[in-house]
């Protein structure tokens, strides 16, 4: 039973068109997230939602817009997609803030590999 | 500006042996270190952490190394087995403005049989 789950695993789609990955945990936790992993690896943090309230939000474009209709879904919808958009998006969760020790272990999902022609 | 890194991109170790990972962070704010693996296709998974109150956790296998001085820690394992063989990922927290976790670019081990 997947504890963090997201769908598509994989999208292929063009530019300007809008997509959207959805989220769910059934961990019970109160905290979960949207990471980007880009072509350099990197795992950068783009959203953070307590109990359906946003509590990061980084520098990311207003293209993308997270929505969490309660506390286990948390979707990622994208408007006019571009190249740069192509990564690895990874949906987490976590029972308390993520860098706290002991509840903040991150449980992530398998990630949705984006690209954009 | 990235303030974890991983320098190695990748590292290859013969079953049996040592496997020694390394991550160096920036921010002195940082207090809470984590280092996360990772399968192909798969989620990142949690593995072992530690805070800066202590300069070594061990669990099993696996051990990591804090130096704070010279902000840098390293994951050993030992001995290395073929399963290890994935993406290691190092992150780090802290107060205020460092509170949410900041990943490196990760080191993909494979241990060769």
């Known amino acids: 039973d997947t504890a963090v789950s997201q769908t598509p695993k994989y999208l292929v789609t063009q530019m300007g068109n809008d997509k959207s990955i959805k989220c769910e945990q059934n961990l019970g936790h109160d905290t979960m997230y949207w990471y980007k992993q880009d072509s350099k690896k990197f795992l950068k943090i783009m959203f953070s939602y307590n109990n359906k309230e946003l509590i990061i939000n980084e520098t990311v474009p207003n293209r993308f817009s997270p929505k969490s209709p309660d506390k286990a879904h948390l979707n990622l919808h994208i408007n006019s997609l571009e190249l740069g958009d192509s990564a690895v998006y990874f949906c987490?969760?976590?029972?308390?803030?993520?860098?706290?020790?002991?509840?903040?272990?991150?449980?992530f999902g398998e990630g949705s590999r984006l690209t954009v022609l | 500006d990235q303030q974890v890194k991983q320098n190695s991109p990748s590292l290859s170790v013969q079953e049996g042996r040592i496997s020694i990972l390394n991550c160096d962070y920036t921010?002195?704010?940082?207090?809470?270190f984590l280092w996360y693996k990772k399968y192909p296709a798969e989620g990142p998974t949690f593995l072992i952490s530690?805070?800066?109150?202590?300069d070594k956790n061990e669990d099993g296998r696996f051990t990591v190394f804090l130096n704070k001085s010279a902000k840098h820690l390293s994951l050993h394992i030992v001995p290395s087995q073929p399963g290890d063989s994935a993406v290691y990922f190092c992150a780090a927290s802290g107060s205020g403005s460092a509170r949410q976790l900041t990943f490196g670019s990760g080191t993909q081990l494979t241990v060769l049989p």
């Open positions: 987490a969760s976590s029972e308390g803030l993520a860098g706290l020790p002991n509840t903040g272990e991150l449980f």
């Open positions: 530690i805070s800066s109150i202590k």
């Open positions: 921010n002195s704010m940082f207090d809470y």
